[in-house]
């Protein structure tokens, strides 16, 4: 069956620029996580949606950064603004279940995200 | 806040060798912890989640054990071989269920 999958893979942007990255989460998933990685470090939690709904958005760095998930199923991670510094990898992952789960995350592979 | 460490950062090993990754963690009311494989370019893939009442789990090659109460983890990797050549990294989850804190890597090499 597909996994998560994010487009696009590789996004280049110029500092100021508005850009929007893209999850599609295994279906039936209701759960739903977005991370940055930066070179040589772990995942850092970004934001959590249970259904539509953000449960946990207190990874957003600043409120340059924006998430949605309209429908329960595909998210949008909005940058506005961008700086060099939002340079990174973006991860989504999904579960199948939600708060009290015990399931595993299932990790799409990113998109590069490339400030200049 | 949670904070996870992994040691060591990087490391080397000829074919065959047994080795042990290390993780800690400094808040011990955790619900789970997993190890997960990176490729490079790649997302993350699951290899083991323990739970908080777990001391270890195996699977084929690999042995995780948890010690909740002194805050550490270690994954064990039997008879490495080249394909293993990856970055492990070590997450945990506290009972908001809500994130995972990552460490930040032990990135493994194994030479034929």
């Known amino acids: 069956g597909a996994g998560v999958s994010q487009t696009p893979s590789n996004k280049v942007t110029e500092k100021g620029k508005y850009v929007e990255l893209r999850c599609d989460p295994i279906?039936?998933?209701?759960?739903l996580y977005w991370y940055r990685q930066s070179l040589g470090q772990g995942p850092e939690f970004l934001i959590y949606?249970?259904?539509?709904?953000?449960?946990?958005d207190s990874g957003l760095p600043n409120d340059r950064f924006f998430a949605v998930r309209p429908e329960g199923s595909v998210s949008t991670l909005k940058i506005q603004r961008t700086e060099r510094g939002d340079s990174a990898v973006y991860l989504c992952?999904?579960?199948?279940?939600?708060?009290?789960?015990?399931?595993?995350?299932?990790f799409g592979p990113g998109t590069r995200l490339t400030v200049l | 806040k949670q904070e996870v460490t992994q040691i060591p950062a990087a490391l080397s090993v000829p074919e065959g060798e047994n080795l042990v990754l290390n993780c800690s963690f400094t808040?011990?009311?955790?619900?789970?912890l997993q190890w997960f494989r990176q490729d490079p370019g790649k997302g993350l893939t699951s290899l083991l989640l323990?739970?908080?009442?777990?001391r270890e789990q195996t699977s084929g090659r690999l042995n995780a054990s948890l010690d909740k109460s002194s805050g550490r983890s270690t994954l064990y990797i039997a008879a490495s071989q080249p394909g293993d050549s990856a970055t492990y990294l070590c997450?945990?989850?506290?009972?908001?269920?809500?994130?995972?804190?990552f460490g930040s890597g032990t990135k493994l090499n194994v030479k034929p």
């Open positions: 992952a999904s579960s199948p279940g939600g708060r009290g789960s015990t399931d595993t995350q299932y």
């Open positions: 279906s039936g998933h209701t759960a």
């Open positions: 949606f249970q259904g539509t709904g953000a449960a946990d």
């Open positions: 808040d011990s009311a955790i619900y789970n």
């Open positions: 323990i739970q908080s009442s777990q």
């Open positions: 997450a945990v989850i506290g009972y908001n269920f809500n994130k995972f804190y």
